[in-house]
């Protein structure tokens, strides 16, 4: 059966795609389309048309598989040209998620109706695109260019009562009833001259107000900074108010194919995909049966154990947390609900929302609260000792079946797991911290854990709104071992001459949000300080005997002003010279792409070591990871993607000539001309 099928009603007809799983416009449903207007055309007892679709969602966008392949059919842009023109009404009833491409169906419909549970939304600037079937020319036409800015330049869907506020539905209707109130509005549109987008005149905003785009930019610029899409997006509405119609589709068509040409659109639709992928385990039947997971204990009420709380508690997942300490206790809730309490103050919740996920929190001071649990996280001390004393004891109380987890980094969860009756139900959880803000879960496979633990975990995670991505046990999982070699190399190149602010510069520049001493200002340099000033044996002892702990008092290594703007400090680079010429190390000034190569190129052999030992499934694991938990620029794909782009043979000619070691697999595949993705 084709993916488009009509059926007619009376004097309606309707349109209807099937094209599971989310109705991706491909080939043969843009066929369908123009197939459809053609027969509601040709046929004189239909007086007007209905799109619709079955399944789960209105058209969720063009079939991202297609990009890059080519073209089979009408194009989506033609399609969509020849629906608008249709001298009889067309209607859109939306449901699910009417995005990118399918949002631009539903802007050439002269009409649209939505469920109340329907989202709309452009959301090609996250595959480093702009929307190409002249989604940015009709959009402003009918919402204005200020409303439409955002959709297009930042790409969050809008919720059903949103589109409707700024024009961009018609009606809502009932949630069950879409199909016939579809077919009742599109026969009250009989004889009326049809709404076309492309002629509509809000654009005039822009114009008129010419401000706005440049106001937008500045509202926008941390979100935007290094992406190439959104520019293009802004100049794309702009021309929506300067241009003709006509005119402003031939412009957007040039955008978007010299974006969709560049490598920021392929490092993120690889990036779709791997965060899509990461979801899938290896030998493990998706459809296996899951365990439920209807209360979540935690234990420790420190950042940590608060922050992750906090993802349960958001979820509607009743949370018990426990603390020894009734002060610490006391403190820790107190945070989750002032967090909480922030979040409604900037509008993001509502003060009902904060009572309902703090009425489901209880707090305790006892083991024993954690016994019916469904899953047991454990955010304690990071030492092996107290880890496993503590899974002792959890093993004793918390009942059978349940899942016991760590919070761990670093520690080796077999051996964690070693203590308990029950390997198979323990693994690690590693949040990222801030635990309620990071995307990023690393859930950690032990040697023994059971493949329905390991499928839950993954499902929960998806509940909870992380991106998850499953390590094996080694020394810092994915995410950590990688920065251990990066770390490693920006202190030596300190002692070698390089200045440490010119080291976070070349991150910076990269695209990362923070370079590593800026990093370390942020988390405390004395984070794990032996608290002896008399002892000093490492550049941090001796930052930190002069009171250099980092940003909480205002000096690490960097100055902070009240703005907590940074600048380099001359005792810093004092004590920094003192080192080197203690170590004896010959001072040299090191280039910004000698920097670059010797942080990022021994990140990358790390990866291809972990892929070698079987630490991550495939190597776009290791992007999400990257991208999630430690600001790698989303626009280069992830540093396995990105080494992919600057070519793997070169990676290990910088290697050699930097001295640094080359993994066995990224010499091979560098040798055979091959790539970690693909
Ligand atoms: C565009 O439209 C360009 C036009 O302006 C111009 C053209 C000229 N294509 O996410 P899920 C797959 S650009 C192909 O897990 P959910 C996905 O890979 C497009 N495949 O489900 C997955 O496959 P698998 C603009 C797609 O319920 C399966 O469907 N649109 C596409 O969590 C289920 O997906 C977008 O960017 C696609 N467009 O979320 C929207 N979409 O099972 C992208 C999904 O093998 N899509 N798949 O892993 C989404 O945001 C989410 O999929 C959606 C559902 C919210 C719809």
């Known amino acids: 059966m084709s993916v488009v099928t009509t059926q007619k009603h009376d004097n309606i007809l309707v349109i209807v795609s099937n094209n599971p799983p989310v109705n991706a416009l491909g080939a043969a449903v843009r066929q369908g389309l123009v197939d459809g207007i053609d027969e509601a055309l040709s046929n004189e007892e239909v007086e007007a048309v209905v799109i619709r679709c079955d399944g789960r969602t209105f058209f969720a966008g063009a079939d991202i598989t297609e990009f890059g392949k080519p073209m089979k059919g009408p194009d989506l842009g033609e399609a969509l040209d020849r629906l608008e023109a249709s001298s009889k009404p067309v209607v859109a009833a939306i449901h699910g998620t009417a995005l990118g491409g399918g949002c631009e169906v539903a802007l050439a419909c002269h009409y649209r109706i939505a469920v109340p549970s329907a989202k709309m939304g452009l959301p090609e600037v996250k595959l480093g695109l702009i929307p190409g079937a002249a989604g940015t020319q009709r959009l402003p036409r009918v919402v204005g260019a200020k409303a439409a800015l955002p ?398 702990w980092g940003q909480k008092v205002s000096k690490g290594f960097y100055d902070y002003d009240q703005a907590r703007q940074r600048t380099p400090s001359d005792e810093v680079k004092q004590i920094i010279a003192e080192f080197a010429a203690k170590a004896g190390k010959e001072q040299r000034t090191i280039s910004k792409d000698e920097i670059r190569e010797r942080l990022l190129y021994p990140m990358v052999n790390e990866g291809a070591k972990i892929l070698e030992e079987g630490m991550a499934q495939r190597a776009s694991d290791i992007d999400v990871v990257w991208i999630n938990g430690y600001g790698w620029p989303l626009y280069t794909g992830g540093p396995m993607f990105w080494a992919d782009t600057v070519g793997l043979e070169k990676i290990v000619v910088g290697l050699k000539k930097h001295g640094l070691p080359v993994a066995k697999l990224l010499k091979t595949k560098a040798d055979a001309g091959g790539k970690f993705n693909g």
């Not at 993802?311 to 997942?317: D, K, V, W, Y």
């Not at 955010?379 to 503590?390: G, Q, R, W, Y």
């Not at 309620?436 to 032990?446: A, F, S």
């Not at 023994?448 to 390991?454: E, F, G, Q, W, Y």
Request: proline content about 4%.
């Open 151 to 548: 959709m297009i330049v930042i790409g969050n869907p809008i919720s059903a009562a949103k589109a409707h506020a700024i024009g961009l539905v018609d009606k809502i209707v009932g949630e069950d009833s879409l199909a016939d109130d579809a077919i009742a509005f599109a026969r009250e549109q009989i004889g009326k001259a049809p709404a076309r987008s492309s002629e509509g005149t809000e654009n005039e905003d822009g114009v008129k107000n010419p401000s706005i785009f440049d106001e937008f930019r500045q509202k926008n610029n941390r979100k935007i900074r290094g992406f190439e899409a959104p520019e293009a997006g802004i100049q794309a509405v702009k021309a929506a108010g300067e241009l003709s119609y006509a005119d402003g589709v031939k412009k957007e068509r040039e955008l978007f194919r010299k974006l969709m040409a560049g490598t920021q659109a392929a490092a993120m639709q690889h990036y779709f995909f791997a965060e899509r992928a990461a979801n899938k385990i290896d030998g493990i039947d998706p459809k296996i049966d899951l365990i439920p997971i209807k209360t979540v204990g935690i234990l420790g009420a420190g950042t940590m154990g608060g922050g992750i709380g906090m993802n349960f508690l958001s979820a509607g997942i009743p949370v018990t947390i426990v603390e020894l300490k009734k002060e610490a206790l006391d403190r820790g809730v107190g945070v989750i609900r002032r967090n909480y309490e922030n979040t409604a103050k900037r509008g993001r919740m509502t003060e009902q929302q904060v009572e309902d996920a703090m009425s489901i929190l209880t707090p305790s001071l006892s083991y024993e609260d954690l016994a019916d649990c469904d899953l047991v996280i454990e955010a304690v001390f990071e030492n092996m000792d107290v880890k496993k004393e503590v899974f002792t004891k959890l093993d004793s109380i918390v009942k059978q079946g349940a899942i016991l987890a760590s919070n761990t980094s670093y520690l080796n969860i077999d051996e964690i797991a070693a203590v308990t009756k029950r390997p198979e139900y323990v693994l690690g959880l590693h949040f990222f911290s801030p635990a309620n803000v990071m995307k990023l879960l690393e859930i950690v496979r032990g040697e023994k854990t059971a493949d329905d633990v390991l499928m839950t975990a993954m499902k929960l995670s998806k509940k909870i709104g992380k991106v998850a991505a499953v390590s094996g046990v080694c020394p810092g999982f994915i995410g950590n071992r990688m920065l251990s070699p990066r770390q490693e190399q920006a202190n030596l190149m300190i002692m070698e001459g390089a200045n440490y602010w010119e080291i976070d510069d070349v991150l910076l520049e990269f695209g990362f949000p923070m370079g590593p001493f800026q990093m370390s200002d942020l988390a405390g340099v004395d984070i794990g300080w032996h608290r002896d000033p008399e002892r000093i044996e490492t550049l941090r002892d001796a930052l930190c005997a002069v009171g250099r």
